[in-house]
């Protein structure tokens, strides 16, 4: 991990946050070659989750009024259990200072963390004496506005702004359910104490999407695409399966086809951008693990040099957040669904007297009325409650009546339920780069080399002349031109030896290298040379756009554009 991280530090892909002064834990910055390949990564996303779903992708804001964490839960379910020195004043999350100082797992409540602490004497890396576990929740707060303000917070998730705004989103989509909704931006955890780098980050990025289905809905109509997959699954009793995803359905080890539909889709996304399979896994939540809006969940995680990392989560949230955004706002979060033939129904309904209401109610008769005629009974009650305005009336029989009717219903009012794979892509972004490190020996030299997929790699295309003097340098850059030109992402570098150059760019994972050399000025043709077999072949210079765009999204063999030129 050490060699991997230094690799990443000097050449550019992760730095550091507030380095000058001193760092601080939980934050990275993205350097270059790191900020484009978590890009290339997010538009793989976007192609697999938002392009090729009945979806679409929205922004919204990173800080959110407290109303809206009240309603989600966050602000009293979004806590871990902390423990602070005595001594030295250091604070630790504690499930984790126990699992590492003892080797055991413990209830993240305060009262079994007390417990833990007293049967063994849990002591400080100081020896200092802890204070007693207390609570503590993990979001930022904010103040919005001069003044006092308005209390706000750093959202925790991108999800809750989806939920916030579904009204519109429904009446976007015309209220035709499936629909899915996508966001990719920041969110942020006040984590108690991150050790991890990039595991465990206080500000970090995700990429979420909504699916929001009928209630009763098991089925998704694009199931055959993965039902034939394999793929490692443990469930939530530690039982480990390798089978087909349609089995899985069909054994009730994953629930229904929509949790297994992006299982599959995960997966094959995962793949794309370079997780390898054998290192990859969805394991399942098991009963007290999982967070208080889901019923359902399967962790993707992938084998790192940390060990087995979540990476992503597809949980199911059914209509919690609606149901709860719609309580504390007021608003009506459902969406009407028409049967495909009516269906006539008879009902027992109250008929209000306006008559007798008027009098009595004057003003808020008219809402009483309506409130009446939306109930439905099964007897014939001598009073019933109803809400007006957040007030509750009691209303006695003598204001209504109770008949027997025979209605048409075309369709019903349902608030959808709600599937989320949610992907956490610092973690994600950082276990393609482990994946992707090797060592290998070449001319007898040890290499280091990151095996990037082609698509993914931040720099496509590398062009060194093979003399650092004109005009070897005049015609490279001549090439650079015509490249980037063509939409691909080239470098150039004309300082120290072609075979250090040829290093350098296998290190940071680029694809592929061209050389001008002494040739070129004879017939205009460059070698291109493949980062991971060491192979060149000569190719005219008016032949390479088209024969690197070829490469650089598919896997074929740089040896079926011309004819091996050497090995370096």
Same mark, same amino acid.
């Given at each position: 991990m050490s060699e991997i991280m230094e690799m990443l530090i000097r050449r550019g892909y992760l730095w550091q946050s507030f380095e000058i002064y001193g760092g601080m834990a939980g934050f990275i910055d993205y350097a270059p070659l790191g900020n484009n390949l978590r890009r290339k990564i997010e538009n793989i996303w976007r192609r697999y989750f938002v392009i090729n779903e009945r979806a679409a992708e929205i922004d919204t804001p990173t800080i959110g009024i407290e109303e809206v964490f009240i309603a989600s839960g966050h602000a009293t379910s979004f806590t871990d259990v902390a423990i602070e020195c005595e001594s030295c004043g250091r604070v630790y999350r504690a499930d984790h200072y126990v699992k590492e100082k003892l080797g055991i797992e413990v209830d993240e409540t305060v009262e079994a963390v007390k417990e833990v602490m007293e049967v063994y004497d849990l002591k400080c890396e100081c020896g200092g004496k802890f204070k007693d576990p207390a609570p503590m929740n993990l979001m930022f707060s904010t103040t919005i506005g001069p003044g006092r303000g308005k209390k706000g917070y750093l959202r925790p998730e991108t999800a809750q702004g989806m939920f916030v705004d579904f009204k519109r989103l429904a009446n976007f989509f015309r209220e035709k359910l499936p629909f899915g909704v996508a $966001?990719? !931006? @920041? %969110?942020? @955890?006040?984590?108690?104490? =991150?050790? $991890? !780098?990039?595991? @465990? /980050?206080? +500000? &970090?990025? $995700? %990429? +979420? /999407? +909504? &699916? &929001?289905?009928? =209630?009763g809905e098991k089925k998704h109509p694009n199931f055959s695409l993965y039902a034939n997959d394999v793929v490692r699954l443990v469930d939530k009793f530690d039982n480990e399966h390798e089978m087909k995803l349609e089995e899985a359905v069909e054994k009730g080890i994953i629930a229904n086809q929509i949790l297994a539909y992006f299982i599959g889709k995960t997966r094959r996304f995962l793949l794309e951008i370079g997780i390898k399979d054998e290192k990859l896994r969805f394991r399942q939540h098991k009963d007290d693990e999982r967070a208080h809006y889901a019923t359902d969940c399967w962790d993707a995680e992938v084998l790192t040099s940390y060990g087995w990392i979540e990476i992503v989560g597809i949980a199911d949230r059914t209509d919690y957040d609606l149901k709860r955004h719609s309580k504390y706002s007021g608003e009506d979060l459902s969406v009407f669904v028409p049967y495909e033939e009516p269906v006539k129904v008879r009902k027992r309904k109250i008929v209000p007297i306006l008559s007798k209401l008027g009098p009595v109610f004057r003003q808020k008769a008219k809402k009483v009325a309506e409130a009446l005629e939306s109930l439905n009974v099964e007897s014939e009650p001598e009073e019933v409650e109803v809400e007006v305005d957040g007030e509750k009336i009691k209303v006695t029989k003598e204001f209504f009546e109770v008949q027997d009717v025979e209605e048409e219903v075309v369709g019903e009012k349902v608030i959808p339920h709600v599937i989320e794979p949610s992907f956490g892509l610092d973690r994600i972004t950082y276990s393609v780069l482990e994946h992707s490190f090797d060592k290998d020996v070449v001319d007898g030299e040890e290499r280091r080399v990151l095996r990037l997929k082609r698509w993914v790699s931040p720099i496509e295309v590398a062009v060194l002349p093979l003399l650092s003097r004109e005009p070897f340098e005049s015609k %490279?850059? +001549?090439i650079v031109q015509i490249l980037r030109e063509n939409g691909i992402f080239t470098d150039y570098d004309d300082s120290g030896s072609i075979g250090r150059r040829y290093r350098r760019y296998d290190e940071i994972g680029t694809p592929f290298c061209i050389t001008t050399d002494h040739q070129t000025f004879e017939d205009d043709t460059v070698t291109i040379r493949d980062r991971d077999t060491t192979s060149q072949v000569r190719v005219k210079v008016s032949k390479l756009p088209e024969i690197l765009k070829e490469l650089l999204r598919s896997e074929r063999d740089i040896t079926e554009f011309g004819e091996v030129f050497r090995q370096v």
């Open positions: $966001q990719i !931006g @920041r %969110a942020y @955890r006040n984590e108690i104490s =991150p050790r $991890q !780098g990039v595991i @465990r /980050l206080r +500000e &970090f990025n $995700q %990429a +979420e /999407l +909504e &699916f &929001f289905v009928h =209630p %490279a850059m +001549e």
